[in-house]
């Protein structure tokens, strides 16, 4: 029984099946018809009102309406509850973890090692890469935009090296999928299918045989003599009951702990330990067009600030490179600003081009360590299950933001040197798309799970996704998550009925 149709669940489910294992997987979530999402995201004024949203998820720059936020700062989480997940929504850039963003304690004293290494995970990542299709892994590289190739020039003067980052994204046919077109829409969906979403996985798993019940939350696991037994899920306004003989938890890292807590398995581990990846956001306006829109949002992006002996001190990041303009300065919002100081006709039109054209915008992801007072608990108010909200503590820590400070320092750099004016670095932040910890692997007594992802104390119970990170790392999560779900399940596949 899977319970999750992310990517984390459906390659699971996929893996399991075609081992000749019978699966269910039960998703909270509707099925995304790609074309109606598309459409209702060119109508609509925000990019997240893309995909059908139940009243029971978090909302974008909306972080109380479903989370209860008690912490020194809002932990701002948006994920998706539709069959495939958030990588409907996801930018799918997918660096492997460096091998020390697993040893961060035994290399820098600080955070934690997890009981896996990034040569354990080899073989899983590469074929993460494949089975997710990497462009720059599986295929070959997708081009570096001229925007791209001006930051590049402006870097090389302080030493940093630009380089196109590995993306699930599609730089040739493969998988039955087409080659990007260069759109600028993956965030929030990639009209085509050229971006990887787990509804390649949810379609594999099913001629696979796996059974998928959609809109149908799972309220509580259900436990008797030491093990899960079954669960209590939500299917056509009546609560069902399943048993079976294993359960793979693959529902993201706030709503599998909820989920955990709520049926009342107890350790003390569960969703403590909660980390994003703090966001550092800097936009200017070059001397010269340097043309955004006309790639995906992010291609390419600075890797060296990763790692270093600074990490004893300070976070490790990775900058991006928006090819997506400012974040407040769509094209009809310059348009407006511009009617409104007296711009009309043909002199509007190219004061918007001389404008948009020249928009700059660089993103550093940084890392975050785990710290047991960063959690997701049980609020007292319910959703419309009657299930407990997430109540969140988080607050980021000097690590973090010594480590943005850095971030800012290259950023102001590279847009002095490219002549930029407005330069304007937005408030540092968690950046709502990454998420990790809450159910973390290690040893027991300290941790939720295993190395193999497996309960330390309910042994038919895996937990798989972001959650199980004992460390955030300077990768986003989502290749990891991939490789360690691949692992789990062929280790499943082995040895286990399921
Ligand atoms: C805007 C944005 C950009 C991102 N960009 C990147 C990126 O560039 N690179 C990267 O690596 N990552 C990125 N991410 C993160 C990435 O999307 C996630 O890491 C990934 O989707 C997590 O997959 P998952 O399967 O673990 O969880 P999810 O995709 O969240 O799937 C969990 C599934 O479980 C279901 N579920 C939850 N609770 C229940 C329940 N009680 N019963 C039944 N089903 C349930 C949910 O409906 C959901 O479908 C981004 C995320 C966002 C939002
Ligand atoms: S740029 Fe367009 S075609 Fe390419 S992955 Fe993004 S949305 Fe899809």
Request: hydrophobic share 40%; net charge positive; with cysteine.
């Amino acid at each position: 029984m899977v319970i999750g149709s992310g990517v984390a669940g459906a390659l699971c489910a996929w893996k399991l099946a075609e081992a000749g294992r019978r699966v269910l997987m039960i998703e909270a979530g509707p099925p995304v018809d790609r074309l109606q999402a598309a459409a209702r995201f060119a109508r609509s004024e925000k990019a997240h009102d893309t995909y059908p949203a139940g009243p029971d998820q978090p909302r974008f720059q909306q972080p109380d309406q479903y989370f209860e936020q008690r912490g020194k700062e809002p932990f701002t989480a948006v994920y998706e509850k539709v069959v495939g997940g958030t990588t409907w929504h996801w930018l799918a850039t997918t660096l492997r973890f460096l091998p020390s963003d697993m040893r961060l304690k035994s290399l820098y004293g600080v955070g934690q090692d997890w009981p896996v290494t990034v040569e354990d995970l080899e073989p899983y990542y590469g074929e993460a890469e494949r089975e997710l299709g990497v462009a720059g892994a599986a295929m070959p590289w997708l081009p570096a935009t001229y925007l791209d190739k001006q930051v590049a020039l402006a870097a090389r003067k302080f030493g940093y090296r630009v380089e196109v980052l590995p993306a699930a994204r599609n730089s040739i046919a493969y998988d039955g999928r087409p080659a990007c077109r260069g759109s600028a829409t993956c965030f929030p969906i990639c009209p085509i299918g050229a971006k990887y979403d787990a509804s390649v996985h949810v379609d594999k798993a099913a001629r696979a045989g796996v059974a998928l019940w959609s809109e149908s939350p799972v309220t509580r696991l259900l436990v008797a003599d030491g093990k899960v037994v079954g669960l209590e899920c939500r299917r056509g306004g009546e609560v069902v009951q399943v048993r079976a003989p294993l359960f793979i938890l693959a529902a993201n890292a706030i709503e599998s702990p909820r989920l955990l807590l709520h049926s009342g398995l107890p350790n003390p581990w569960t969703g403590r330990y909660l980390m994003g990846m703090a966001g550092q956001v800097s936009r200017a306006l070059a001397a010269r067009p340097v043309w955004p829109f006309r790639s995906p949002q992010v291609v390419s992006g600075i890797t060296q600030f990763r790692d270093g002996a600074f990490r004893k001190r300070r976070a490790g990041f990775v900058v991006s490179i928006g090819n997506d303009g400012w974040p407040d300065g769509a094209p009809p919002e310059i348009a407006r600003q511009l009617v409104e100081r007296g711009f009309k006709g043909k002199e509007l039109q190219a004061a918007v081009r001389e404008h948009v054209s020249r928009q700059l915008l660089l993103v550093s992801n940084c890392e975050e360590l785990p710290r047991a007072d960063n959690r997701v608990s049980l609020s007292d108010q319910l959703d419309g299950l009657g299930m407990p909200r997430p109540r969140l503590h988080f607050a980021l820590s000097r690590y973090t933001l010594d480590g943005i400070d850095e971030s800012v320092l290259v950023h102001a750099r590279i847009f002095q040197e490219m002549g930029a004016s407005h330069v304007l670095h937005y408030e540092q932040s968690d950046d709502p798309a990454h998420l990790a910890g809450t159910c973390r692997m290690g040893e027991p007594g300290q941790s939720v799970v295993d190395a193999h992802l497996r309960s330390h104390d309910w042994p038919n119970l895996y937990v798989v996704g972001s959650a199980v990170f004992p460390t955030a790392g300077t990768a986003p999560p989502t290749l990891t998550v991939a490789a360690l779900a691949l692992r789990c399940a062929e280790m499943l596949a082995k040895t286990r009925s399921s």
